[in-house]
């Protein structure tokens, strides 16, 4: 009897010790949040913002690591193929659903990143040099039309998103320019500037500097309403073009993580983002905070997947590898 008992409490003694292991509170170390861009960017803000709130919030410590190249590629990739434990996850922005169609092959499966939250949103700026003396999108829109390929665009490349973006306003208002890529839209502002180029469509950083110093035009945003930053600029829908399109930055994580670290992270980004300081952050760039359930970030995810696909393939943007 007195060896069945010690038997006994032997086994409850174990058996309380791997409960105590198996609810263990995540995490239990460092996260690390990759991000595939330029640091000082905006996904390098973002990511840092969100890093530091949410390391504040928990006392769990978020580490931002730059995995930069490859237009973003590198750091998907190294994001994608790490290890699915819940210790890893990758800002990921909107060209990340434009990868697909451009790409005949990447050296990574495309689904092994899972939307967690999304983070923020901007609208893109239409932009034209002042001197051109447009004043508004329908009379960019007429000079195009009546001058088919005469005019032309900047963008940061071929594939790129200013690319891939301004073929889906041309699509939408029925005009043709001639791309002109650069290696990058500083350089492709500067092109604008220099009035080799007629039109940029960017992101908002890129251009309010030259909006605000009246070096540029700002003739429409490609919001669903207008930007609290460009109060007085049209929508593009508001002067005829149904152009609505956003840039946007998101958290994702490695195929096959644990959903508790799915949920805990999710729930950690949706508080930061709530938090005033952080939401003054993001406007400050003319975005806007927005936290999201995994499941609609995932349908943002598919929808803009099949969308910039298409828009690729009817463009006939290819890539060179």
């Known amino acids: 009897m007195n060896i069945l008992k010690t038997t006994k409490c032997i086994a409850l003694v174990l058996m309380a010790s791997v409960s105590t292991i198996c609810a263990a509170e995540y995490p239990e170390k460092p996260i690390t949040f990759i991000v595939p861009f330029a640091t000082g960017g905006i996904a390098d803000l973002f990511a840092r913002s969100i890093a530091q709130k949410v390391t504040e919030q928990t006392g769990k410590p978020i580490v931002v690591e730059s995995k ?22 990758v800002i990921t922005d909107v060209t990340y659903t434009m990868l697909p169609a ?11 990143l899972v939307p967690v939250s999304l983070i923020a949103q ?79 469509i960017t992101a908002m ?41 956003s840039i946007w930055i998101g958290l994702t994580a490695p195929r096959g993580t644990p959903q508790t670290a799915l949920d805990w992270m999710q729930k950690q980004v949706s508080i930061a983002l709530s938090n005033p300081d952080v939401r003054q952050q993001v406007a400050k760039v003319g975005a806007e905070a927005r936290p999201t359930t995994s499941e609609e970030f995932a349908k943002l995810f598919r929808d803009d997947t099949l969308r910039w696909g298409d828009v690729i393939r009817s463009a006939k943007i290819v890539v060179d590898e």
């Open 68 to 89: 930069l190249g490859a237009g973003g590629r590198i750091g998907y990739a190294a994001g994608a193929k790490a290890a699915p434990d819940g210790y890893t996850f």
């Open 102 to 112: 451009l790409y005949s092959k990447l050296p990574w499966d495309h689904a092994s």
């Open 205 to 245: 950083p890129t251009a309010m500097a030259q909006v605000r110093g009246g070096k540029v035009v700002a003739v429409g945003v490609s919001g669903p309403s207008r930007s609290a930053v460009l109060p007085n600029v049209p929508t593009a829908s508001e002067s005829g073009v149904p152009f609505v399109a």
């Open 122 to 200: 901007m609208p893109y700026i239409i932009a034209v040099n002042a001197d051109a003396k447009l004043p508004s999108l329908p009379h960019v829109i007429a000079l195009a039309k009546a001058n088919p390929g005469k005019m032309n665009f900047g963008s940061a490349g071929v594939g790129s998103v200013n690319q891939v973006v301004t073929a889906f306003f041309n699509q939408l208002a029925g005009i043709e320019m001639t791309h002109i890529p650069y290696r990058g839209m500083s350089e492709a502002m500067v092109g604008l500037l220099g009035g080799s180029v007629d039109l940029i």
